[in-house]
């Protein structure tokens, strides 16, 4: 009878076991379909720089030479919404002791990476930069791209932080050693222009 009794205990336990499992594995489900509910859609990262700013740059003339001469300007940028948030278009124009800068920046948004690229061009120049891709996380963009500075292909990262609703803090910089160490060669701080 001890046997018996043994034995319906082993089955109690193996059917409850199994019964937890199936409830593990549906929790498991659960979870991960409301995980991806709640991936974040960067498309609207950039909302919060729609409008107009006044813009103070600071720019380091001969980047990767070991100068440490910065010029400075001051001007406007702005920025305005495409496609419902899924793309912006910055102009910045600025002055200083080296003359007058006009950049436009295209962002579009691709919603299956959940990435951003960043599109710069000059008013010298007439055509598009390379990308410089990346996201936002916690409040901060990173984007990346290679390209070549005086004839050496180095690493490019831009970006963009302290964030808030009137104000912004901009910086690129270079790294010609894989990115162990970075040089900043461009700095801008943005202050809303209120209405």
């Known amino acids: 009878m001890k046997s018996r009794n043994l034995g319906i205990s082993v089955l109690m336990c193996v059917a409850s076991l199994a019964t937890d499992t199936v409830r593990l594995s549906a929790y498991q489900n659960q979870a991960a379909s409301v995980a991806k509910s709640v991936e974040h859609d960067g498309q609207h ?13 600071k720019r ?35 002055d200083g002791p080296k003359g007058h800068l006009e950049f436009l920046s295209l962002r579009l948004y691709n919603p299956d990476s959940h990435q951003w690229s960043l599109n710069f061009s000059s008013s010298n120049g007439g055509t598009m930069g390379v990308p410089t891709v990346g996201e936002f996380k916690n409040g901060r963009g990173e984007f990346y791209d290679q390209e070549s500075i005086n004839g050496r292909m180095v690493l490019v990262r831009f970006v963009i932080s302290d964030i808030t609703p009137n104000s912004a803090h901009f910086e690129q910089a270079f790294s010609d050693d894989g990115g162990k160490t970075w040089e900043v060669n461009w700095i801008a701080t943005d202050t809303r222009v209120k209405k």
């Open 45 to 57: 990262d950039f909302d919060f720089e729609i409008g107009r700013w006044k813009t103070h740059v």
């Open 60 to 94: 380091l003339l001969k980047p990767l030479t070991g100068s440490t001469t910065w010029t400075e300007y001051d001007g406007t940028s702005v920025d305005q919404k495409i496609w419902n948030g899924k793309a912006n278009l910055l102009e910045l124009e600025v």
